[in-house]
């Protein structure tokens, strides 16, 4: 989002994005963001940055660093149409947003390949539990190479928890930027909604600050 000039004498427009995972819900998502922007009053703010956590994320600027297509993005395949059409475990999913040129790829995972990269979801593989369930620390290939992930577990499957799930889907898999945690791919599989995250090593965020 754009904002028009308040303070300063600059004549350029600020920019920020912000974007909290499908598993927060709003009053939560707002808590996180909240606490992202509380850091800023203590530091020195450059004219560009970024801030993140494993749920919520922002980046500020005064150009705009987010490309908008003239003609509009085409519809994302469905989760459920990915799952339907992969024919081996793992397989990937390509698409191109917009005029935008870039092959995006999201791993299709079945459950049990997420049983094993967690150890059957093992409680030393635990990095955390909110509302929304529980997040593992697991291992999986991707593209003949094996890439460390979190993967984020639904606590509750609802219809809508299941139409937030494909929602997040569709709106992170498109996203390739350093300053946005990857999404590497996803899982629904009967009662079971799984997102894989890269792993962000560092899990505390006045370090990451």
């Not at 499957?157 to 299941?162: I, M």
Request: charge should be neutral.
């Amino acid at each position: 989002m754009a904002s028009p000039q308040r303070f300063g004498a600059s004549s350029t427009y600020p920019y920020m994005l912000v974007q909290c995972t499908w598993d927060l819900p709003p009053d939560l998502c707002k808590q996180c963001l909240q606490v992202l922007f509380s850091s800023w009053s203590k530091d020195r703010v450059s004219l560009d940055g970024k801030r993140r956590s494993y749920s919520c994320a922002a980046r500020y600027g005064n150009t705009s660093f987010v490309v908008v297509p003239l003609g509009g993005a085409p519809k994302p395949q469905s989760v459920d149409q990915a799952t339907r059409s992969a024919t081996q475990s793992g397989s990937l999913t390509a698409g191109v947003v917009g005029s935008v040129v870039g092959l995006i790829l999201l791993a299709c995972f079945t459950y049990q390949q997420l049983v094993g990269a967690t150890r059957d979801f093992a409680d030393t593989r635990r990095l955390g539990q909110g509302a929304f369930g529980v997040v593992y620390k697991g291992a999986v290939m991707v593209q003949d190479k094996e890439v460390d992930v979190a993967i984020k577990t639904a606590l509750v499957v609802s219809d809508e928890a299941r139409a937030a799930f494909k929602n997040e889907v569709e709106i992170m898999s498109p996203l390739n930027h350093s300053n946005i945690i990857r999404l590497v791919g996803s899982c629904d599989e009967e009662d079971n909604l799984l997102l894989v995250y890269e792993l962000v090593e560092d899990r505390n965020l006045q370090a990451r600050l």
